[in-house]
């Protein structure tokens, strides 16, 4: 049996998509879901490093993954409410408008942290708090305490109103 080097993207793509093919039955036997993250590899084609995430269901029974758990924990960080997690809503691209689904979040980007997948080819996007609250409407954004919709305002804020 030939060795398989791991010393560029194709060969560590293709064994990674296998490792992956193997797992999805012992996952479905567990009723857990498996994703595959990035991956590294020497140049030597001695080693290489994959990320793999795990999910288990939660109390209602639905598997979510870290993205879209994320989004439901920051939504009202982001002047969204967690039902927002989902929604479709039409974005402008160049070559016209796109649909894209609300599928998680990233709470440490700072720009744009609420991730949507584009329907027509399944390509993951990053998009601004603000673009999306103007996308999906006074439906899906928040409102405090004084019926402002949008982002929460600010500690600092409140402890100045509050003196």
Same mark, same amino acid.
């Given at each position: 049996?030939?060795?398989?080097?791991?010393?560029? =993207?194709? =060969?560590?793509? @293709? #064994? $990674? +998509?296998?490792?992956?093919?193997?797992?999805? @039955?012992? =996952?479905?036997? &567990?009723?857990?879901?498996?994703?595959? *993250? +990035?991956? !590294?590899?020497?140049?030597?084609?001695? &080693?290489?490093?994959?990320?793999?995430?795990?999910?288990?269901?939660?109390?209602?029974?639905?598997?979510? @993954?870290?993205?879209?758990?994320?989004?439901?924990? &920051?939504? #009202? $960080? %982001?002047?969204?409410?967690?039902?927002? #997690?989902?929604?479709?809503?039409?974005?402008?691209?160049?070559?016209?408008?796109?649909? %894209?689904?609300?599928?998680?979040?990233?709470?440490?980007?700072?720009? %744009?942290?609420?991730?949507?997948?584009?329907?027509?080819?399944?390509? !993951?996007?990053?998009?601004?708090?603000? %673009?999306?609250?103007?996308?999906?409407?006074?439906?899906?954004?928040? !409102?405090?305490?004084? *019926?402002?919709?949008?982002?929460?305002?600010?500690?600092?804020?409140?402890?100045?109103? *509050?003196?």
């Amino acid at each position: 049996m030939a060795t398989l080097k791991l010393n560029n =993207a194709k =060969a560590c793509d @293709s #064994l $990674s +998509r296998e490792i992956l093919s193997e797992l999805v @039955s012992l =996952a479905k036997r &567990h009723g857990l879901q498996i994703e595959r *993250g +990035r991956g !590294t590899f020497d140049a030597d084609g001695t &080693h290489f490093s994959l990320k793999l995430e795990i999910s288990a269901p939660n109390e209602s029974g639905e598997l979510l @993954s870290k993205e879209a758990k994320d989004f439901q924990t &920051h939504a #009202l $960080s %982001y002047g969204l409410k967690p039902e927002a #997690l989902g929604q479709r809503f039409k974005g402008n691209v160049p070559s016209g408008k796109a649909e %894209y689904e609300i599928i998680g979040a990233m709470p440490r980007a700072r720009k %744009y942290p609420i991730l949507a997948k584009k329907l027509s080819d399944g390509k !993951t996007y990053k998009f601004g708090s603000d %673009y999306i609250q103007t996308k999906l409407g006074a439906e899906f954004c928040a !409102t405090f305490g004084n *019926g402002d919709y949008g982002r929460r305002p600010t500690i600092v804020t409140d402890l100045i109103e *509050g003196v």
